[in-house]
């Protein structure tokens, strides 16, 4: 019989009478003290939206993915500057909604952004699933087909960075990079980070 | 009705119900094979990963890495998991097994749905990697494989359920059940919750695949994640419940209160399944508060539980040994320890890399901010295979060093490859995990075939440091499949080829036989006045005191990586 023969029992048998009884001051220490540490995981959260300058609520709504294909275009047609290998270069104004399309297995368009500027950059897909991922500064989002997540987002260095898809989205999924530029005050692309682009 | 019959087995003196004890069996054998299937795909992608190699074409890559994903997370570890419920509801309740047939049935319905899925794997009409994230579509029939699996599995906690019931109403046992089925129980709850996700987004899914209704691609993801993330969360109950039963069965462990134990193992059940939450932390489809009051509030509350159960499976080994008379300073109970034994060295192996690299890292990474500098990158997998890997997949190789005599009643094969198989495997896995974390925490993704980015428009170039992180990472993983290869052939040569147990003699070693069961840890008689007297002890740190200098050495930890996160957030772009 799986019956506990004393009080000291192992895990295997059935403890003898009522289970319910008070622990002991040194297990009860360590339970209060990972409750707190749990409310300060907890805390942390709140606090960093309060006082902290990364957060991923952004501005989320849906969208059908003909019309931000569409708000897209229009976004290009408005503020391209030039184009690297055809795809467009755009530089929007600071302050300005920004877009950029996922679609396998491309980002469209290219940004030039301005450092220390804040703008509002809409993220969706036509197609698949995709992951943001901005490489070297490791900041990454979901992106998914029918949802527009606009990110209030400010570059806080210069240079040319590179838009890694981290999402699985088919078989040519690891050629889906893109590129964002950001120039400081002064027009010019100071740090070099990204790549190795001419 | 009760035409079961039985066995009484020499070593623990249990009555072994014939079908209950063939269940197990094939559970075990198939969850095995699953594994060497798993580990096959393992080796090739770490290979790939590891960019010197760059083994796998492309098409391949992907392929296998839906075959590992599947057949680890989902074949390997629930088919075990199967084995773990028919053995607790029967074997270590003295019960019967009250509906062999349907046993059987749902055996076989989940190797039919498991092999479909493998089949179309294989055969890459399903190149949709584990998740399967619509619209990425695979052939529907994969979706039923699934589907199929899944209802097998949950008839199995139904038989779980009846036969607790039965062997209540037959009194085979007397007051409340051993914690061990009671962690089983709550591994079977979290199990229906589950399995019923599965089914509320694979049976849409599968309709969608056939063209029959639409799939909103967030809503798969979050209700998925309910099954994706929550599986896990069986794995972790089944692993606490396995963690008490080989530290019983190794040492003679103690449940040092049975309400603290039992009060964690409630709050997996209440608040697990929100963990599912920090998948979609930086996703479009959900705000600020939903995040929060998921991933945190409410998942910080099964947070506590593991904490809780990371002070009691220690302590209550310290006990343990403590009351078998290795008493000697903070840690003699652990010099002392049979490390030989590799039910014991798995087990040791298991609550460290699970609280110290998986627990710490995955509450971190699940914290919604943090998630930005983590959300598919390589620190993602390096969270999950400390948990599920070196953490559940460890402890049921532990768990099955004891099987094979118990249940299978043979010697362990190969014994001295079988001592030394848990530490190559831990081994192996923990310098696999962080060298992986370190790689993700340069931003290089997972899933990802090239990081070399040779077909991209634009170069992209890691730091050179990432290539040696890669390297080593494929070392450590590769030293970790030579101990899962170790641990399959030792199961399979067992099972299959195994020599007898014979007559045991206490206190008489046998070769392949773990000392658990050659030399039982029995407490003496007078075992309550001396646990008594441990606590009553003036010390602050308690009858435990090894193990409360470890927790807070692993709070300690835990404090500093978190903040560290918090600072490396910081530093990034600002976004709100």
Redesign the interface.
Known sequence: ???AQ????????????I?????????K???A???A???V??A???L??LK???????I?RRVEPAAFYRRTQEFIKQYQVGDD?G?PIVAPPPGSEVYLMAQTF?WTPILKLEQGK?YTLH??SL???H?F?????????????????G??????ASGDF?I????????????????VIVVDSAGQEVVFR????E | MNSATFRVCPMTG?RVDAQAEALVRVNAVVSIVALLVGAIAAVLIVLTRWQAVHLLP??WY?RLLGVHGMSMLIFFIIFFEMAVLHFASTV???ARMAAPRLGWFSFWLMVLGALMVEWLMWTGKA?V?FTS????KAHPLFYLGIILFAVGALIVTGIFFYNLVVAKRERT????????VY?AVTAAIIAVITLLHGAIIYIPTFLWSLGLMPM???IY?LIWWALGHSSQQINVAAMV?IW??L???TI???????????SAFVLYVLFISMASAHH?????????AW??VNT??FM??A??AS??HG??VP??MEM?QR?RGYTQGLFGWLRKAPWGDPGFSSLVFSVVVFGFVGGITG?TIG???I???????LRSPGHFHATVVSGTAMAFMGATYYLIPLIFRKRVAFWGLAKIQPYLFAGGMLVFTIFMTFAG???V???????S?S?????????PVVDLLLAIMALGGLTAAVGAFAFIAIAVVSVFFGKPIGELVPGVAVVGVPQGLTHPPR?AAN??E??EQF?NTPS?????PGT?VL?FVF?AA??VY?FVN?KI??G?????
């Open positions: 019989m799986p019956t004393s009080d000291t029992h192992t895990g295997l048998e059935s403890p003898r009478g289970w319910w009884r008070p622990a002991h001051r040194a297990e220490t360590w339970v003290i990972a409750f540490w749990c409310m995981l907890f942390m959260m709140p960093w939206h902290g300058n990364q957060n991923p609520s952004g989320r290998r795809m491309m804040e993220l969706s197609d698949v699933n992951g991922s901005l490489y070297p500064v490791n900041v990454n989002f979901q992106i998914l087909p029918g949802y527009d997540y990110l209030r987002v400010t570059p806080t590179r890694i898809c981290n999402e699985f989205c088919g078989i040519g999924h690891h050629t889906m990079v893109g590129r990204g790549g190795n682009h | 249990r492309a098409e992907y270590l309740l003295d190149d990697l994230y619509p619209p990425l046992y007397e007051g409340s059940l051993p914690l061990v962690g909103d691609p967030e993801r419940a008490y039963m530290g019983a069965l003679g462990a103690v449940v040092l209160n049975e309400k603290v134990s039992r979609l932390l930086v996703d479009p489809g959900m705000g600020p995040k929060v945190s509030y910080y509350m947070v506590l904490m809780i002070f009691t302590a209550g343990g009351l509450v914290t919604e901010q998630n930005i500098i983590v959300h598919n990158t925490s340069f931003g993704p997972r899933r990802h075939w090239d990081i980015f077909q991209a428009p634009f170069d992209v170039q890691f730091n407490h075992v309550d001396l646990n606590h602050r740190l308690g009858p435990a409360m927790v709070l835990f404090v978190f918090w957030l910081s990034v772009w600002k976004i709100g």
